[in-house]
């Protein structure tokens, strides 16, 4: 997933936007393996959440919560959205 960055976002440095396109990769990896989440579905996940807003403001606020926190966070809202 390409992270968009909005002009008034805080600017990343290559090895910056590297490591969080990873960290967003393996977020996606774990809503697979452990949820069985496909890769369009957690996108969609993604699309709107916290997660995804924190890191595009506050990129190291996101970096200091493990990739299964932001898993459990993600879906939890997910559960939330359908009951």
């Known amino acids: 997933m390409k992270l968009k ?3 008034q976002d805080q600017v990343l440095t290559l090895e910056d936007e590297i490591f969080v396109e990873r960290y967003v990769g393996n977020v ?4 697979n393996r452990l949820y ?4 369009t579905e957690a996108e969609r996940l993604l699309e709107g959440s916290a997660f995804l807003a924190s890191l ?6 996101v970096v200091n919560h493990s990739t299964e926190y932001w898993v ?6 997910k559960i939330s959205q359908h009951v």
């Open 5 to 7: 960055l909005r002009p």
């Open 28 to 31: 996606i990896s774990k809503l």
């Open 36 to 39: 069985n989440v496909n890769e």
């Open 56 to 61: 595009k403001t506050d990129p190291e606020y």
């Open 72 to 77: 459990e966070e993600l879906i939890t809202r």
